[in-house]
């Protein structure tokens, strides 16, 4: 009797559990780098969470398993993009299940992907019209297009389309490489156009190379070196004794960095010694190359498509600016655990504003030289360049104090292109790079919370940039001595939400009860805070397009920075400083001159922490 009553609990127990359908505790298999530290396993932490398995071929053909806990899964609960498994193909495969602990583990070991062949293709495949599919993802696709003969890119939705589809342009062209939709006629044909182009230019070659060995004579070489190591082999790399003599040259004509050989040889060339950061999407050391400090930054390996677009946008022709970070070059390479993706860029000792503002106070024209320099350099942003090689318009999408640097000069650099976006000015439709990164939630706009910006108008994008610029210089102004005066420093919105606000409470605070940081009252009894606080104010609109523009800032603020002393007005008396009794500014009054910059308290050794999303 007693074990029925057992057997009758147990089920249910187990009734309760699949009417419930929570896969909250679930245990999957996970071989990402944050899985190391778990026995390779992890958790669902969320009731609808699901253990996914994919499978997909690699740039040199081999087969790539990722096994993961995936929290929040894509689509509709009835068709989840991670569960579509289509037919098997070569290049994609992906398989999702919940019914037991560890049960992507399980299934992996029994799928393949397909071979490739490349020299027998499907009848069809190379001739049919790339499909998007039903589904809203952007995953970048490549596409054989019959009428040129080559491997285009378009966007793929992420589910159905049809064989079409390719990972890389190699796998795409290694496929198709041999189709000839007109059958051997047309291949004849396309043999014959080819010897009628290669015959003149190889004759051509043929006649040029004789010339010269007919006109060479013992001569040439009175100097005892070769011609060829003076001028061919021994080029600016290995000219060069810095950065400075490699780079600047490169910067006069396209502005768009070292060629790539350059880029790569220099990336392994670094000596990498202390890390000055840590953050969720990769570290940053700095590094020796040749004698100089550089920035090296190490994305995780699941941030692929960050380390991508980042290297994408530094390199826009015509990008170059002093207020951006100097870009130096970019490299993967296989460190035998996992494969390292690096971006080297310049090195900057003083670090982000984020911790140069921590333990740093500063003067009215250093507020008004930071707050002008990054207008200048957000203005270059977004400003487009028309030309032969001109510069598209590019909005950042995460300006943050932690995500500009204070150089040497007392100017800041923008940093951080990992999420910016480029506007293409000829068809009106912005370059919105697939990413698994989001913003910082405490720098977003009003129209970005409650997800009503046009994503399809790219000044949407620059007034969010516009907005977060006014927070940045809120942060900026708080730091600044005013009669003697000055804040903590402070994140936006500290009073009413924590360190990492939840998105829900960032909306309620911007856009419901349509806060704004609280502006000290000190500010209005000087000429230049008062100003700067109208140009502040004004960048923070809730309509996105009543905010200033970039270039406006900079033109106002550069006004501010007149060559006299400002004009400045008595403090009233019952001014108040907001700052906890340790910092307060009243004892330093009529101690310092109006101009001091004073470090607060800090450990000797401050790491430098560099731009990674926090």
């Not at 609808?48 to 499978?55: A, D």
């Not at 200033?548 to 001014?575: D, Q, Y």
Request: aromatic share 8%; with cysteine; net charge neutral.
């Amino acid at each position: 009797m007693a074990l029925k009553h057992v057997i009758l609990i147990l089920g249910v127990a187990i009734s309760l559990h699949f009417v419930s359908g929570s896969n909250k505790g679930l245990i999957c298999s996970c071989n990402e780098e944050d899985c190391l530290k778990t026995n390779n396993s992890c958790v669902i932490e969320t009731d609808h969470g699901i253990c996914v398995f994919r499978l997909t071929r690699g740039k040199s053909q081999e087969e790539m398993r990722f096994l993961m806990c995936e929290n929040e899964p894509h689509g509709p609960q009835e068709r989840l993009f991670s569960c579509e498994n289509p037919p098997p193909s070569p290049q994609y495969v992906s398989v999702c299940c919940t019914e037991s602990n560890y049960c992507n583990g399980v299934r992996w070991k029994d799928t393949h992907l397909n071979p490739m062949d490349p020299l027998d293709p499907p009848p069809d495949q190379c001739r049919q019209v790339p499909q998007r599919g039903p589904c809203n993802m952007q995953e970048r696709r490549y596409f054989y297009n019959v009428t040129s003969s080559s491997c285009q890119e378009f966007s793929y939705g992420g589910c159905d389309g049809n064989d079409n589809r390719f990972m890389d342009q190699e796998s795409c062209m290694d496929a198709c490489k041999d189709y000839r939709p007109g059958g051997p006629q047309s291949e004849i044909s396309i043999a014959g156009v080819a010897a009628l182009v290669a015959g003149p230019i190889c004759l051509i070659c043929i006649l040029v190379t004789i010339y010269l060995l007919l006109r060479q004579s013992p001569g040439c070489r009175d100097d005892g070196h070769d011609p060829i190591e003076n001028h061919g082999s021994k080029d600016k790399l290995i000219q060069s004794s810095n950065l400075r003599d490699l780079v600047d040259p490169t910067t006069s004509g396209s502005g768009s960095g070292l060629p790539l050989l350059v880029q790569r040889t220099i990336a392994r060339q670094i000596v990498i010694q202390d890390c000055i950061g840590k953050g969720r999407y990769g570290e940053v050391y700095r590094g020796k190359w040749r004698g100089e400090s550089v920035a090296v930054k190490i994305f995780s390996s699941r941030e692929e498509r960050s380390w991508f677009r980042e290297a994408e946008i530094y390199q826009t022709v015509m990008l170059r600016h002093e207020n951006i970070l100097g870009f130096i070059a970019a490299d993967n390479k296989d460190n035998g655990t996992w494969t390292q993706l690096i971006l080297v860029s310049d090195y900057h000792e003083n670090g982000s504003l984020f911790d140069y503002l921590n333990s740093h106070v500063i003067d009215v024209p250093g507020m008004l030289r930071m707050a002008l320099s990054i207008a200048t350099g957000l203005a270059h942003l977004h400003m487009e360049i028309m030309g032969m090689q001109g510069k598209p318009a590019i909005a950042h999408r995460d300006i943050k104090s932690k995500n500009i640097l204070v150089k040497r000069n007392g100017q800041c650099a923008i940093a951080d292109l990992g999420l910016a976006v480029r506007h293409d000015s000829v068809t009106d439709t912005v370059d919105i790079f697939p990413n698994n990164r989001i913003g910082t939630k405490r720098y977003m706009a009003p129209e970005v919370l409650d997800d009503t910006i046009n994503m399809n108008h790219f000044d949407s994008f620059k007034r969010a940039d516009v907005y977060s610029f006014g927070l940045v210089l809120w942060e900026i102004g708080r730091r600044c001595q005013v009669f003697g005066i000055y804040e903590e420093f402070c994140l936006p919105y500290h009073p009413w939400v924590p360190m990492d606000p939840p998105i829900d409470d960032m909306r309620r605070i911007v856009c419901i009860e349509k806060r704004r940081p609280p502006v000290p009252n000190r500010w209005n009894s000087h000429k230049i805070m008062e100003s700067y606080a109208k140009v502040m104010k004004e960048c923070w609109y809730q309509n996105g397009a009543a905010r200033l523009t970039a270039l406006r800032i900079k033109k106002t603020l550069a006004g501010l920075m007149g060559p006299s002393e400002p004009e400045v007005l008595l403090p009233p008396a019952n001014m108040q400083n907001t700052c906890d009794a340790s910092q307060s500014g009243d004892d330093l009054k009529g101690r310092l001159p109006p101009s001091a910059i004073i470090p607060t308290s800090h450990p000797p050794n401050v790491p430098n922490p560099y731009p990674i999303l926090s």
